[in-house]
């Protein structure tokens, strides 16, 4: 099945800014490509939502690939094979990331699938070998579940005994733009923990918070898994004496309900004390309930 995109009022702005801008005559998208790549999360996540399962994969997994190694549209295009001796232009690349493409992706997904094999193949042999550990073993399935089912997962353990790196790995292996990686900062504090998911997504800062979370949940569907690593800094120093419940873990809720992205959450015994026996057990026992699993290590 090949499927076009259709075109889109609204581009992404590649000069380094994430703000969303009207196509505008004196800027078009040939100067635009020009430029650094700069198409944030939410951008991404419309342009490809309806497209096939393939092609929304191989888009995603380039996406991830140009932002993990802070590529142009030239530079993407320069390596993306048109033919023997022919590469993609910076134009296409542009207007495919922004929705403004209306031709067939059939050949760009080979090109694309064809670049991933070539770069999957290196990566074998040149990153540091990840000692995989009954911890990592037990984790990646649990990742896996999250993933493949669309629930939240609870993973609890002891510091230092392998957790964040296991995350990590099973970020870096499982596409680029499939699984998201963010850990909560000291005393879980809302705004840096919004800049975290935002970073994490692809999407700029911003002086207005909420805007920043609204855009956020433009930038997860069902496809995605988000892994929150520290997740027990939430209740870590001051937090505990909150009024309320932990904003972070109320938009983690949020994210989740509405997205349909899966979630495992990865802390220490903290955590779950909190949760069961906490000043906030109560307000928490509906974010408790969505976990179809917790793993203990």
Not at 41 to 64: F, S
Not at 140 to 161: C, E, M, P, Y
Not at 246 to 266: K, M, N, Q, S, W
Request: proline share 3%; hydrophobic share 35%; net charge positive.
């Amino acid at each position: 099945m090949s499927t076009t995109l259709t075109q889109s009022s609204d581009v992404a702005e590649p000069n380094g800014s994430d703000a969303l801008l009207p196509s505008s005559p004196v800027i078009g998208p040939e100067a635009r490509a020009s430029q650094r790549f700069s198409v944030p999360g939410d951008v991404l996540q419309r342009v490809t939502a309806d497209l096939p399962e393939d092609q929304r994969n191989a888009i995603r997994w380039l996406y991830g690939y140009i932002r993990s190694h802070n590529l142009s549209y030239t530079d993407i295009a320069s390596k993306l094979k048109r033919g023997e001796n022919r590469t993609y232009d910076s134009n296409t690349i542009y207007r495919i990331f922004n929705g403004l493409h209306e031709a067939r992706l059939d050949n760009f997904i080979k090109a694309v699938e064809s670049f991933r094999r070539i770069e999957e193949q290196r990566s074998a042999i040149t990153r540091i070998e990840f000692i995989e550990t009954a911890t990592a073993r037990k984790m990646f399935k649990v990742f896996d579940s999250a993933l493949t089912h669309n629930r939240l997962v609870w993973i609890i353990g002891s510091s230092h005994i392998g957790k964040t790196s296991a995350s990590l790995q099973y970020q870096r292996t499982h596409n680029h733009g499939q699984t998201k990686y963010v850990r909560v900062p000291a005393y879980g504090r809302m705004r840096r923990f919004a800049e975290s998911l935002a970073k994490a997504s692809g999407i700029g800062f911003g002086p207005n918070t909420t805007n920043m979370m609204r855009r956020i949940l433009d930038a997860f569907d069902e496809h995605m898994l988000l892994i929150v690593d520290e997740a027990h800094q939430f209740f870590v120093g001051t937090a505990h004496q909150a009024s309320r419940i932990p904003e972070g873990l109320e938009f983690i809720r949020e994210l989740h309900d509405t997205t349909g992205c899966g979630v495992a959450i990865v802390a220490t015994e903290v955590f779950a004390t909190e949760a069961a026996n906490g000043k906030f057990a109560k307000d928490l026992k509906q974010f408790s309930n969505r976990k179809i699993a917790t793993l203990r290590l």
